[in-house]
C-alpha cells in the first residue's frame, strides 16, 4: 500500500531510552490536535515569551505541522544548503544535523545515538548525524520526497543524508560546490542548482519555481534586520546572552528563504534595542569576551551559567552566526544561491576561515576565542591548530574544548568546567599585562593548556 506522505516512516524500535517518552514524542508530531492546543496555549504563554522567540515559536509550528501532516513536501538538506532554494519551491526544509540539536534539548539525543549505533553506524562518525540516523530508526523524523546536499564542508552529512534517502526511497541530489570561488565555478554551481530545481518540480507533487524570486525577496528582507542585530551586539556589555544566541543557529541555519524570519529578527533588533536603552544587559558586569566556533552542547550544560554568572564572561559572538554571503538578486535566483554556497568562509584554503575569525575578533572587541570541539566534525576541529597559533601570535588566547553537542553521556562537564576555569584565569592575566607582553604570556600558558587537553 502507498504510504501517506507526511507520515513517520515505520521501523523497528530500537532498545534503550525512555520508550515511553518516545512513544508519546511520535504521538505529539503526528496529531493535528498537538498543532491546535499549541496555538491556544501560545496566547497565554504569550506574555511570558519574548516577541522575537514567539515569533520562531510560531513559525516552527507551523512548519512542523504542514511537515508531518503531509500539508506541503518535506525536502531534508544538509546544513549549508541554502534553504531559500526548497521555501521557495513551495516545500519544507528538515536539516537532520538541526534535528539532533533539537532532540539533545528535549533528552533524545542520547537514545537516538544508541539507536543508531545499534543499527551498525560507526562511533567515529559525528554524533549530530549518529543522532539523526537514531531519529529516523526511532520513526521520529517526518518522510522526505527528496534529499539535496552540497559537496562541501561536511563529509558525514553527505553520506548520512544519503542514507536516509535510501531508507525513505527518495530522489538525492548532490550541489558540487568548486573549491576554487571563481565566476566559472558559480557559473557551474548555478547551472546545478536550476538543474536541481527543475528535476525536483518535476518529481514531486505541489513544487514550482514560481516561489523561488519572493523566497529570496524574504530573505533579503531578513538580511536587513539580521545586520542591524550584528551591528547591537558590538555593544559593550554584550546584550544578548550567548548561549542563547547558539540555540538560535538552528535558525539560522534552516530559516532563510521562510515568511517567518524577517519578523523573528525584527522583534530580536528591537529587543536588543530595548536591553541596551534599558541597561539590561545578561552580564551586567562584563569583564571578559569570548567568540564561539561551531556549535554547543544542545543538553542541558552548567558551561555557559558558569561563564555568565561566575566568571562575568560574555559570548558576545559566534562563528555560526557570520553572515557571509551577499544580498540576492531575487530573478537571477540560481546565480545568487551559487554565490552564497561558494562564499562559506570554511570551503577553500584554511586562510578564508582565518581571515573571518580575525574579523570578527576586532568588530565584536574579542578577549579570546573558544572553539567546541565536536565529537567527529573533521572540517572544524582540523583548524584547531592554526587558528591556535594564527590567534596567539596576534595577543588572543584560544581555547579547544573538546565536547559533544547531542550526547550528554560524552560531556566530561567536569573536565570542561576546568579547562574553562583555567582559560578565565589567563584572560584576567591578559589584562594585566602590557600589550607587548602579552602574547609571550598567552603562548608560554597556552602551551600548558594543549598539554593538559592532550592528555585527555
Same mark, same amino acid.
Given at each position: ?67 508531518? %501532516? ?80 552540497? %559537496? ?12 536516509? %534517502? ?291
Amino acid at each position: 500500500m502507498k504510504e501517506k506522505k507526511g507520515t513517520i516512516r515505520s521501523g523497528p524500535l530500537s532498545p534503550g531510552g525512555n520508550v515511553r517518552g518516545l512513544q508519546l514524542a511520535r504521538m505529539f508530531l503526528t496529531n493535528n490536535l498537538t498543532y491546535f492546543l499549541a496555538r491556544l496555549a501560545l496566547r497565554p504563554l504569550g506574555r511570558r515569551l519574548r516577541p522575537y522567540q514567539e515569533a520562531a515559536v510560531q513559525g516552527i509550528l507551523a512548519e512542523l505541522h504542514a511537515a508531518y %501532516s503531509g500539508e506541503k513536501p518535506v525536502i531534508f538538506a544538509s546544513a549549508f544548503v541554502p534553504t531559500e532554494l526548497i521555501y521557495g519551491l513551495g516545500a519544507i526544509p528538515v536539516l537532520p544535523e538541526v534535528w539532533s540539536g533539537f532532540a539533545a534539548a528535549a533528552g533524545f539525543g542520547a537514545p537516538a545515538v544508541t539507536a543508531s549505533e545499534a543499527a551498525g553506524y560507526s562511533q567515529d562518525l559525528c554524533s549530530f548525524h549518529r543522532c539523526s540516523l537514531g531519529l529516523e530508526n526511532l520513526e521520529l523524523l517526518p518522510k522526505p520526497a527528496a534529499v539535496i546536499v552540497s %559537496s562541501h564542508l561536511c563529509d558525514g552529512g553527505r553520506r548520512s543524508l544519503y542514507r536516509h %534517502s535510501r531508507s525513505f526511497g527518495c530522489p538525492f541530489y548532490v550541489l558540487d560546490v568548486p573549491y576554487a570561488a571563481t565566476p566559472d565555478g558559480a557559473a557551474w554551481l548555478a547551472h546545478q542548482i536550476e538543474r536541481t530545481a527543475r528535476d525536483l518540480v518535476l518529481k514531486v507533487p505541489g513544487l514550482s519555481l514560481a516561489g523561488l524570486p519572493g523566497a529570496l525577496a524574504a530573505a533579503n528582507r531578513a538580511r536587513t534586520e539580521y545586520l542591524a542585530v550584528c551591528r547591537l551586539r558590538r555593544e559593550r556589555p554584550a546584550p544578548w546572552a550567548g548561549s542563547e544566541a547558539l540555540n538560535y543557529v538552528a535558525v539560522f541555519l534552516s530559516g532563510w528563504g521562510s515568511s517567518w524570519l524577517p519578523e523573528f529578527y525584527a522583534q530580536l533588533r528591537c529587543h536588543l534595542e530595548e536591553a541596551i536603552r534599558r541597561r539590561a544587559f545578561p552580564v551586567p558586569q562584563e569583564r571578559h569576551r569570548l567568540l564561539w566556533l561551531n556549535l554547543r552542547p544542545y543538553y542541558a550544560t552548567p558551561i555557559f551559567t558558569y561563564l555568565e554568572k561566575e566568571c562575568n564572561t560574555s559570548t558576545a559572538f559566534e562563528e555560526y552566526s557570520h553572515l557571509y554571503w551577499p544580498a540576492h538578486t531575487p530573478e537571477a535566483w540560481a546565480e545568487s544561491l551559487a554565490a552564497k554556497l561558494v562564499a562559506h568562509f570554511g570551503w577553500g584554503p584554511i586562510e578564508r576561515r582565518l581571515a573571518t575569525v580575525w574579523s570578527l575578533v576586532q568588530e565584536y572587541g574579542i578577549d579570546g576565542v573558544v572553539q567546541f570541539n565536536q565529537w567527529g566534525c573533521r572540517q572544524s576541529n582540523g583548524g584547531g591548530r592554526f587558528l591556535a597559533d594564527f590567534l596567539r601570535a596576534r595577543g588572543i588566547p584560544f581555547l579547544e574544548l573538546a565536547g559533544d553537542g547531542v550526547d550528554g553521556r560524552s560531556s566530561g562537564a567536569a573536565q570542561q568546567l576546568t579547562r574553562i576555569a583555567a582559560f578565565v584565569e589567563l584572560l584576567e592575566a591578559r589584562n594585566t599585562l602590557p600589550p607587548g607582553r602579552r602574547i609571550e604570556a598567552i603562548t608560554r600558558q597556552n602551551e600548558v593548556h594543549d598539554h593538559a587537553g592532550s592528555r585527555h
